[in-house]
């Protein structure tokens, strides 16, 4: 079993149980694509690039149960759209606190999203070899309170946003492995 990746920060308190889905699909032209959605304002992540997902809720029996409703509820992806193609290494947040267990999964994409406006701003759809080219690819110095000095940050451009923190975690040793065909998409 992998260890957990954490991200900056430092926080004792007990971690969030959370999980997100990484929908990845292809395009028409072949290209692979993932979905990603934009938080509404407010909140901890409010205006930050996030895979579909959340809090594990007392009903949810496995991470992928949290992972699949999440999406569904954020982006009105069915589930019986979805395989599951592999549950990837936990990541542990420290300045937000979370634990979150990625579930890749290859989708059908529907004709629309159905975003919940209340959570989700915007629904991104990247190809994959977008955010492998060096031109996306930045670092920003940053500061959070539960860190004990600033630091540089990477981040991942697409279009005006930067994504970064665990989004980037999951996501930065996920590329290559997808654009190397380890899983049929």
Known sequence: MNAPRTSSGANSAARRESAVLI??????EGALRVVLVRRAAGGIHGGQLAFPGGMREPHDATVRDTALREAHEEIGLDPAAVTVLA?????ETRTSNYRIAPILARIERPHYWRPAFREVAEVLEPALTE???PEARGEEVMHFETWPRPRPVPYIRIGEHRLWGATYLILEPLLPRLLAGEWPI
């Open 87 to 91: 549950e990837l290494a936990v990541v």
């Open 23 to 28: 929908p990845i699909y292809r395009d028409p």
């Open 131 to 133: 955010l492998v080219d």
